[in-house]
């Protein structure tokens, strides 16, 4: 009986996806409804959560630009999509450095609709791959399967926090040089 809550899970995991930047609305939403859109996307894979007021800080903070008349764009709401997820792994601070690099190297659309593919990719393939995590031939049960996922998890946050911090420094010595 334990099986049946997970295959459904990999079951929506499956047809998980997030819509592409032509997709988004772009006759701009109001504030909750703008955070229902978002959850409407995310609320079956659990775990994000985006309400009204977080988007209003992420507005302050200058994560988000502003709302035009109160109402979010197409623009907007793809960086809250990416917000609602990248908040996961990264803190607000380092979420905007990674904003600005993308700005820099690429247009909107190119860098919302990449992470898109990645992210649906990376999700499925890691709801289905069974057999990678052991080359010691040993069974895999659930609890291996676990402790693997967490210590992926831990490895690429390092890899994403080490990369991220040199390009900022990177970024900022070009700009002092130029």
Same mark, same amino acid.
């Not at 459904?8 to 229902?36: H, M, N, T, W």
């Given at each position: !009986?334990?099986?049946?809550?997970?295959? @459904?899970?990999?079951?929506?995991?499956?047809?998980?996806? =997030?819509?592409?930047? #032509?997709?988004?609305?772009?006759?701009?939403?109001?504030?909750? #409804?703008?955070?229902?859109? &978002?959850?409407?996307?995310?609320?079956? =894979?659990?775990?994000?959560?985006?309400?009204? @007021? !977080?988007?209003?800080?992420?507005? +302050?903070?200058?994560?988000?630009?502003?709302?035009?008349?109160?109402?979010?764009?197409?623009?907007? =709401?793809?960086?809250? =999509?990416?917000?609602? &997820?990248?908040?996961?792994?990264?803190?607000?601070? %380092?979420?905007?450095?990674?904003?600005?690099?993308?700005? +820099?190297?690429? %247009?909107?659309?190119? %860098?919302?609709?990449?992470? *898109?593919?990645?992210?649906?990719?990376?999700?499925?393939?890691?709801?289905?791959?069974?057999?990678? !995590?052991? @080359?010691?031939?040993?069974?895999?049960?659930?609890?291996?399967?676990? *402790?693997?996922? *967490?210590?992926? %998890?831990?490895?690429?946050?390092?890899?994403?926090?080490?990369?991220?911090?040199? !390009?900022?420094? +990177?970024?900022?010595?070009?700009?002092?040089?130029?």
């Amino acid at each position: !009986m334990k099986q049946e809550p997970e295959r @459904s899970f990999e079951e929506v995991v499956r047809a998980f996806r =997030l819509p592409r930047y #032509q997709e988004i609305p772009d006759v701009g939403l109001y504030l909750e #409804q703008a955070a229902k859109y &978002i959850g409407g996307f995310l609320d079956p =894979l659990e775990g994000y959560s985006l309400t009204p @007021s !977080m988007i209003s800080n992420y507005v +302050k903070k200058g994560l988000i630009p502003s709302p035009v008349k109160k109402r979010y764009d197409r623009d907007r =709401l793809a960086y809250l =999509l990416f917000v609602a &997820i990248g908040k996961s792994v990264l803190s607000l601070d %380092a979420l905007g450095d990674f904003m600005e690099i993308q700005k +820099k190297t690429y %247009a909107l659309e190119q %860098a919302y609709d990449y992470f *898109c593919r990645e992210y649906e990719k990376v999700l499925q393939f890691t709801f289905e791959v069974r057999d990678l !995590m052991d @080359s010691d031939g040993e069974e895999t049960s659930p609890e291996k399967r676990l *402790c693997y996922t *967490c210590v992926v %998890a831990a490895v690429q946050k390092i890899y994403l926090e080490k990369s991220l911090r040199q !390009m900022v420094e +990177k970024y900022a010595s070009d700009e002092q040089a130029g």
